[in-house]
């Protein structure tokens, strides 16, 4: 039993609440920046409430693009960041989950050799490997496409590990009554295995989607067309001009839009999180 003391209590909940004010006062300055105009913004003396310049700041971000060095619309951009983000996430959970169940349930030679070649190129960090993938990428003829985008980013170590893990914490009286009930590898696979793993697939679901929405670098090389580019790069263009001032309450504008998506792919696979929690259980 954990004693509860009242000053104890205390302590704790005044260093989460300054832990939540230090996350959340920039996130709120961006959200009261975005709704002034770029005097107010720029000039120093922005207050703390909402401005009058909403509705106008936003419907030009999304629908008409503010930056002279980004002219395309956060729309569009809102899309390409989130089919890439949603094909890497379904993409690794693909293809870590069969390559875990390769490993952990069936017998062929190196095959613990195979699973330590996997985990060793987590070693192997993405700059070490950029060249020759961007190579194969452009002789594939995929740059500016969303397969340029996805494919090169599908692989995951790390996703074939935490299944892998998982795996072997499954019974085996699973597997023996499954043989007795004819069921075979896809059978048992579909049957038992992928409904146990529901909780592991939401979870990686959401650090995978946060991972590929936040990509940077390999959109920046593969991408050359303003209608193929992500919202991260899109953002870094509005603070980059030369001759002006960057039109801030867009960038801010573009920025809280941009942390939409991953906040509701939070909620909702938190609520699946707990669901598979509770079949579990059962």
């Known amino acids: 039993m954990v004693e509860h003391r009242p000053f104890t209590d205390f302590i704790a909940y005044a ?8 996350v959340a006062f920039p996130v709120y300055l961006a959200l009261i920046a975005s709704t002034h105009d770029a005097a107010t913004v720029v000039g120093g003396h922005m207050p703390a409430s ?5 509705l106008e ?29 949603i094909g890497i996430a379904l993409g690794k959970i693909f293809i870590s989950i069969l390559s875990a169940y390769a490993v952990v349930y069936f017998r062929f030679p190196f095959r613990k050799t195979a699973f330590w070649i996997i985990f060793i190129t987590l070693m192997l960090p ?12 452009a002789d594939l003829k995929m740059l500016d496409t969303y397969a ?5 980013l599908i692989a995951s170590a790390t996703g074939t590990l ?13 597997l023996e009554a499954s043989r007795i009930d004819g069921a075979g590898p896809f059978r048992f696979f579909w049957d038992t295995l992928l409904p146990l793993s529901i909780t592991t697939i939401a979870a990686l679901f959401v650090i995978q989607f946060i991972y590929g929405w936040n990509q940077y670098l390999w959109p920046l090389l593969i991408t050359t067309k303003d209608s193929m580019q992500t ?4 953002i870094k263009k509005m603070l ?16 809280v839009l941009a942390m939409l998506p991953p906040v509701a792919v939070v909620i909702f696979m938190q609520r699946l999180f707990v669901r598979g929690l509770v079949q579990t259980e059962k």
């Open 148 to 152: 340029g985008l996805i494919l090169p």
């Open 57 to 85: 700041n936003y419907y030009r971000a999304v629908f008409v693009g503010g930056s002279r060095t980004s002219r395309e619309p956060v729309a569009n951009m809102l899309i390409n960041s989130f089919v890439s983000a």
């Open 162 to 174: 935490l299944f892998r893990q998982f795996f072997m914490t499954v019974p085996d009286e699973l």
């Open 126 to 137: 993405v700059e070490v490997r950029i060249y020759p993938t961007y190579k194969v990428v």
């Open 50 to 54: 909402p401005g009058s310049q909403t």
């Open 231 to 234: 919202i991260v790069i899109g």
């Open 240 to 255: 980059v001009t030369s001759d002006e001032l960057a039109e801030w309450q867009l960038a801010m504008a573009t920025a």
């Open 15 to 22: 260093i989460l609440t300054l832990g939540v004010f230090i």
